[in-house]
């Protein structure tokens, strides 16, 4: 069975400073790696996702993330935090064949932008 | 082009009820997945449902049920509800193909409070 794990369900950081979450993946096969956004009373927005690929990936709004295969991780950095990147992020891992293709949803990690 | 929709916006309802959600995937897209957000639980995986079949379900009883339609649209059904079913129910939808990863995107919620 495939899992990601969270570290940190809160996160505060200064306006300008790096934002870093960190999401660790647990799978038996090559997995396929997402980050989520959701804001206040919304749904989810897809900031970016690995699909094995090229290993740094650019999303939305200035993020990225780096999939490191020997440390299991798949870390959402962001150089300079925003006001408005105050939202509650998740890391998702999903399978791409068989019957388990949906996405499995770490436990999410609040952001705090300080001004 | 048209996101996922979800009706209603917010229910009421009285434990021991039944509730209807209802979901309208993104045009084209043949999956529909269901989650629920409870309070403190994260998002936990309901039922996919793909080309009207349904494919998988997350770790739910049976009162948690639904379909999906022709038309690709899909409704979730809870029975003899509980005051714990009470949260933010997301439907998301994708376009489905085995050894492809199609990017999973999510409606704005349904709020079902159980009272």
């Known amino acids: 069975a495939q899992s990601v794990t969270q570290l940190g369900s809160h996160v505060s950081v200064s306006e300008g400073a790096l934002v870093l979450l960190r999401c660790n993946y647990s799978?038996?096969?090559?997995?396929?790696l997402f980050w989520y956004v959701q804001y206040p009373n919304q749904g989810l927005q897809l900031l970016l996702k690995?699909?094995?690929?090229?290993?740094l990936v650019k999303g939305i709004n200035g993020f990225e993330a780096e999939f490191k295969k020997s440390e299991t991780s798949f870390h959402l950095t962001k150089p300079s935090a925003h006001m408005s990147d105050a939202a509650e992020y998740f890391c998702a891992v999903r399978a791409f064949r068989g019957s388990a293709r949906q996405l499995t949803f770490g436990s999410g990690t609040q952001l705090t932008v300080l001004p | 082009e048209a996101g996922v929709t979800q009706s209603p916006t917010h229910l009421i309802k009285t434990r021991g009820q039944q509730a209807t959600l209802r979901c309208s995937p993104i045009s084209g897209h043949t999956s529909v997945y269901w989650y629920q957000q409870a309070l403190g639980l994260g998002l936990q995986f309901l039922l996919w449902y793909d080309e009207g079949e349904e494919r998988n379900r997350g770790n739910f009883p049976p009162r948690f049920s639904g379909r999906q339609f022709p038309n690709y649209s899909s409704e979730l059904n809870v029975n003899a509800l509980e005051l714990e079913d009470s949260a933010l129910y997301l439907c998301?939808?994708?376009?489905?193909?085995?050894?492809?990863?199609?990017?999973?995107?999510f409606g704005e919620g349904s709020w079902l409070t159980v009272v």
């Open positions: 799978s038996s096969v090559p997995p396929y």
């Open positions: 998301a939808s994708s376009l489905e193909g085995t050894g492809k990863v199609y990017t999973i995107y």
């Open positions: 690995y699909t094995s690929a090229a290993t």
